[in-house]
């Protein structure tokens, strides 16, 4: 039985904190502790570790509690205590907590800060400021993984180191482990390395892409100074947090030959074109020289990071120019070597062979398992689904699972207009907390190579530093408990329970977690010639919702929704999703009236096809909100189901222009519209279906040069009731893409 479960079933656990990670085991005490700034924190003279955990349990709580507790050797009063003691596995702890006192034990320096890090959850079950009481409570925990980590690139988009150590905090509290650091890309270089000052010279800083005719917008870009690196991987360490440096090879190495055109394969590249995304052709060439390079690079960043690890990548290397290259080609034929990708594989090995002389392990995505070569010792980052573990584990090498699309952040968590830019196969919060990072693929003898899982955030569309703290959490919360917890320690409801209180405190750490699983999403249903609508509610976490639709506040009395409901227009409709009688984030105030109902926004259309659907964001203004458009970029073409057209007689499409800025090789050429009737081309609507008949025509004359958005308007053929519409556009090339941002039907 779930923890929950037992929790809800249970009257003598009521008192029981809401921890997360859910622990292994949980019991409940006698009494109370109250804590206030007369408490002390006792930690062992000589014992640093225990020191650290006292000092960060003192962190936490001043943060969240507004008062700082003195960390000494004894004390007299009640206090806390941290004691060194065998505890189990690594990063186990025990805690116990009376009314005379709290006594954190563990064996390693990890389970002493889990300890601190439960103890502190614990005192902050309701946010407040000032003294509190625990009711005593005993937890015995270890982890189930070793590896709970989250990758951050900071190469597509930069964050400042204050960010970055905002992030370990919010992974420590977490029990999360492991900051996979996605230095290097294609878009940029992110660590000084002092023998090859050009890197972050010229590599790291760039314009972003913009479309035609719009204006150039700032510089954006920057680095980390080997100073700041230090201090960071300090900072951690302290938390209990290892960083793993992503130095990428042989693929994704635009920044570097920018930098060193020598270490290419002779190919010019063209200007701006590191402000593309996707999977670029550029990669290193294999001459002794590159090979020194990435040798002395290598050097340096184990100078920086003590992680046993260094990820190498190793992913999505497209071997075109290795296929061109006279000079690759003799190369191969002078080792023997069969083809690129074994090519690949004794690239690899080399730069194998040189961690090892280092004393470190090479770590890669799971690429580097093709070609036969790969280092004996070499751990895999599952990344193509979780085949890539299942055949590293079967083979012998450790793996630590991180399957597209299930844990990649840059997905986004709701299809509404609050979520910022992103994939658009959704990722929700409960998809993240199904996933079982051991394979049922992988037997029972070789389950011991999967070493966890880690969540990766990409930053191609998550520019700013408040949209990675969204992508990131909760969803990060669920990937600690599944990495942390038992198998089936607890269902969906139970972690949903215990996230909430969760954020609640976490946002006192200075987090703004996004609001997608609690955010209520109404639907409203229209016929055209109707003074009424129906009107249906649902949030992603399964809660309970109050609503009005007379414009007063919800509150205790409010109506419960039970399914949906008919309401006459115009009104306003007031949701919000409960929690134990409470309301959570995500409520929502809208007016609902004979226009709203005639109106979409792209995320409320669907597209046609679903190759690769994105939410981009427009590259105007440099400054100030940009609007957000959902395409299919192979394909941009819009669907509105049950589209309210029986009374309409015009339809305004606003509709903006945005750069293709997209490394897709030769897919780029498989991208056809229909020719334009005008210079500038048109949109172009079709009822029922795409191959329907054609029912209205909009020229985008008024918008091609006008970098914001534009606002189209023309007449709609009759038609009655309702139906689909299908949205198109005609041209004669790619660049730009026209995106749409809203649909409307006039009367």
Same mark, same amino acid.
């Given at each position: 039985?779930?923890?929950?479960?037992?929790?809800?079933?249970?009257? !003598?656990?009521?008192?029981?904190?809401?921890?997360?990670?859910?622990?292994?085991?949980? +019991?409940?005490?006698?009494?109370?502790?109250?804590?206030?700034? &007369?408490?002390?924190?006792?930690?062992?003279?000589?014992?640093?570790?225990?020191?650290?955990?006292?000092?960060?349990?003192?962190?936490?709580?001043?943060?969240?509690?507004?008062?700082?507790?003195?960390?000494?050797?004894?004390?007299?009063?009640?206090?806390?205590?941290?004691?060194?003691?065998?505890?189990?596995?690594?990063?186990?702890?025990?805690?116990?907590?009376?009314?005379?006192? *709290?006594?954190?034990?563990?064996?390693?320096?990890?389970?002493?800060?889990?300890?601190?890090?439960?103890?502190?959850?614990?005192?902050?079950?309701?946010?407040?400021?000032?003294?509190?009481?625990?009711?005593?409570?005993?937890?015995?925990?270890?982890?189930?993984?070793?590896?709970?980590?989250?990758?951050?690139?900071?190469?597509?988009?930069?964050?400042?180191?204050?960010?970055?150590?905002?992030?370990?905090?919010?992974?420590?509290?977490? &029990? @999360?482990?492991?900051?996979?650091?996605? @230095?290097?890309?294609?878009?940029?270089?992110?660590?000084?390395?002092?023998?090859?000052?050009?890197?972050?010279?010229?590599?790291?800083?760039?314009?972003?892409?913009?479309?035609?005719?719009?204006?150039?917008?700032?510089?954006?870009?920057?680095?980390?100074?080997?100073?700041?690196?230090?201090?960071?991987? !300090?900072?951690?360490?302290?938390?209990?947090?290892?960083?793993?440096?992503?130095?990428?090879?042989?693929?994704?190495?635009?920044?570097?030959?920018?930098?060193?055109?020598?270490?290419?394969?002779?190919?010019?590249?063209?200007?701006?074109?590191?402000?593309?995304?996707?999977?670029?052709?550029?990669?290193?060439?294999?001459?002794?020289?590159?090979?020194?390079?990435?040798?002395?690079?290598?050097?340096?960043?184990?100078?920086?990071?003590?992680?046993?690890?260094?990820?190498?990548?190793?992913?999505?290397?497209?071997?075109?120019?290795?296929?061109?290259?006279?000079?690759?080609?003799?190369?191969?034929?002078?080792?023997?070597?069969?083809?690129?990708? *074994?090519?690949?594989?004794?690239?690899?090995?080399?730069?194998?062979?040189?961690?090892?002389?280092?004393?470190?392990?090479?770590?890669?995505?799971?690429?580097?398992?093709?070609?036969?070569?790969?280092?004996?010792?070499?751990?895999?980052?599952?990344?193509?689904?979780?085949?890539?573990?299942?055949?590293?584990?079967?083979?012998?090498?450790?793996?630590?699972?991180?399957?597209?699309?299930?844990?990649?952040?840059? +997905?986004?968590?709701?299809?509404?207009?609050?979520?910022?830019?992103?994939?658009?196969?959704?990722?929700? @919060?409960?998809?993240?907390?199904?996933?079982?990072?051991?394979? *049922?693929?992988?037997?029972?003898?070789?389950?011991?190579?999967? @070493?966890?899982?880690?969540?990766?955030?990409?930053?191609? +569309?998550?520019?700013?530093?408040?949209?990675?703290?969204?992508?990131?959490?909760?969803?990060?919360?669920?990937?600690?408990?599944?990495?942390?917890?038992?198998?089936?320690?607890?269902?969906?409801?139970?972690?949903?329970?215990?996230?909430?209180?969760?954020?609640?405190?976490?946002?006192?750490?200075?987090?703004?977690?996004?609001?997608?699983?609690?955010?209520?999403?109404?639907?409203?249903?229209?016929?055209?010639?109707?003074?009424?609508?129906?009107?249906?509610?649902?949030?992603?976490?399964?809660?309970?919702?109050?609503?009005?639709?007379?414009?007063?506040?919800?509150?205790?009395?409010?109506?419960?929704?039970?399914?949906?409901?008919?309401?006459?227009?115009?009104?306003?409709?007031?949701?919000?999703?409960?929690?134990?009688?409470?309301?959570?984030?995500?409520?929502?105030?809208?007016?609902?009236?004979?226009?709203?109902?005639?109106?979409?926004?792209?995320?409320?259309?669907?597209?046609?096809?679903?190759?690769?659907?994105?939410?981009?964001?427009?590259?105007?203004?440099?400054?100030?909100?940009?609007?957000?458009?959902?395409?299919?970029?192979?394909?941009?073409?819009?669907?509105?189901?049950?589209?309210?057209?029986?009374?309409?007689?015009?339809?305004?499409?606003?509709?903006?222009?945005?750069?293709?800025?997209?490394?897709?090789?030769?897919?780029?050429?498989?991208?056809?519209?229909?020719?334009?009737?005008?210079?500038?081309?048109?949109?172009?609507?079709?009822?029922?279906?795409?191959?329907?008949?054609?029912?209205?025509?909009?020229?985008?004359?008024?918008?091609?040069?006008?970098?914001?958005?534009?606002?189209?308007?023309?007449?709609?053929?009759?038609?009655?009731?309702?139906?689909?519409?299908?949205?198109?556009?005609?041209?004669?090339?790619?660049?730009?893409?026209?995106?749409?941002?809203?649909?409307?039907?006039?009367?």
């Amino acid at each position: 039985m779930a923890l929950g479960a037992v929790l809800a079933a249970t009257p !003598a656990l009521a008192q029981v904190p809401r921890l997360l990670p859910v622990p292994a085991e949980l +019991h409940a005490g006698k009494g109370a502790l109250a804590v206030s700034q &007369k408490t002390t924190l006792v930690a062992p003279d000589g014992d640093a570790g225990a020191r650290n955990a006292a000092e960060r349990l003192a962190e936490l709580i001043a943060e969240s509690r507004g008062f700082k507790l003195g960390v000494g050797s004894r004390a007299s009063g009640p206090s806390i205590h941290f004691v060194r003691a065998a505890s189990g596995k690594p990063e186990s702890y025990r805690l116990e907590v009376t009314s005379r006192g *709290a006594v954190i034990t563990a064996g390693d320096d990890a389970g002493l800060l889990y300890g601190a890090v439960t103890l502190w959850q614990a005192m902050t079950q309701v946010p407040g400021k000032g003294a509190v009481e625990i009711p005593a409570f005993g937890a015995v925990d270890a982890p189930r993984f070793g590896w709970r980590g989250l990758m951050l690139d900071s190469a597509r988009h930069f964050q400042s180191p204050a960010y970055v150590r905002k992030l370990i905090d919010w992974m420590a509290v977490n &029990k @999360l482990n492991t900051l996979h650091w996605h @230095l290097v890309d294609d878009q940029g270089w992110r660590v000084e390395i002092k023998k090859y000052p050009k890197l972050t010279e010229i590599s790291g800083w760039r314009h972003p892409a913009t479309a035609s005719g719009a204006p150039q917008l700032p510089r954006v870009g920057g680095f980390y100074s080997q100073d700041e690196i230090r201090s960071i991987v !300090a900072y951690a360490a302290q938390r209990n947090i290892t960083i793993v440096p992503e130095i990428e090879m042989p693929g994704h190495a635009l920044a570097a030959i920018r930098a060193y055109p020598e270490l290419g394969t002779g190919v010019a590249i063209p200007p701006g074109t590191e402000s593309d995304w996707g999977v670029f052709p550029w990669l290193y060439n294999v001459d002794d020289k590159t090979f020194e390079f990435l040798e002395n690079v290598l050097d340096e960043v184990i100078t920086l990071f003590p992680s046993k690890y260094i990820h190498v990548g190793g992913d999505e290397a497209v071997k075109d120019q290795w296929k061109g290259s006279a000079e690759i080609q003799a190369r191969m034929k002078a080792l023997g070597i069969k083809d690129e990708t *074994a090519l690949q594989a004794w690239f690899m090995h080399r730069i194998g062979e040189h961690l090892t002389k280092r004393g470190r392990k090479l770590i890669g995505w799971d690429e580097i398992l093709e070609g036969g070569e790969v280092p004996a010792d070499a751990t895999i980052t599952s990344w193509r689904g979780i085949e890539g573990a299942i055949t590293a584990a079967k083979a012998g090498h450790d793996a630590v699972l991180s399957p597209s699309p299930t844990l990649y952040f840059d +997905h986004r968590q709701g299809a509404g207009d609050s979520e910022p830019p992103g994939r658009l196969d959704v990722m929700d @919060l409960k998809t993240i907390y199904g996933f079982d990072p051991v394979p *049922a693929e992988i037997p029972a003898a070789q389950q011991h190579h999967v @070493l966890g899982l880690q969540a990766n955030l990409w930053t191609e +569309h998550v520019r700013t530093e408040e949209r990675a703290a969204w992508m990131t959490f909760p969803r990060a919360s669920a990937v600690a408990e599944i990495g942390w917890s038992a198998k089936g320690a607890s269902d969906f409801g139970g972690f949903i329970d215990r996230v909430i209180p969760q954020m609640a405190r976490m946002h006192g750490l200075g987090l703004n977690a996004a609001i997608s699983a609690f955010e209520v999403k109404p639907d409203v249903d229209y016929t055209p010639g109707s003074d009424s609508v129906t009107v249906s509610l649902a949030n992603q976490a399964g809660l309970e919702m109050r609503y009005t639709i007379d414009g007063s506040a919800i509150g205790a009395k409010s109506p419960v929704y039970a399914g949906p409901f008919k309401a006459k227009l115009p009104f306003e409709l007031k949701a919000e999703s409960v929690h134990e009688g409470r309301g959570v984030i995500g409520a929502i105030a809208q007016k609902v009236t004979q226009q709203s109902v005639r109106w979409r926004s792209d995320e409320a259309l669907k597209t046609c096809t679903n190759r690769v659907v994105l939410a981009l964001e427009d590259d105007y203004p440099a400054t100030g909100k940009r609007a957000v458009f959902v395409s299919d970029i192979f394909n941009p073409c819009w669907l509105w189901d049950k589209a309210p057209v029986g009374d309409a007689k015009q339809i305004a499409i606003t509709v903006g222009q945005i750069p293709f800025n997209f490394q897709v090789g030769k897919d780029r050429d498989g991208i056809k519209f229909q020719p334009p009737a005008t210079p500038e081309g048109e949109f172009v609507v079709y009822a029922d279906k795409c191959e329907g008949p054609r029912i209205a025509v909009l020229p985008l004359a008024s918008a091609t040069g006008n970098p914001g958005l534009t606002r189209l308007v023309a007449p709609l053929a009759p038609r009655a009731g309702t139906g689909t519409l299908c949205i198109t556009y005609t041209a004669k090339g790619v660049d730009p893409l026209w995106a749409i941002d809203a649909v409307e039907l006039v009367p």
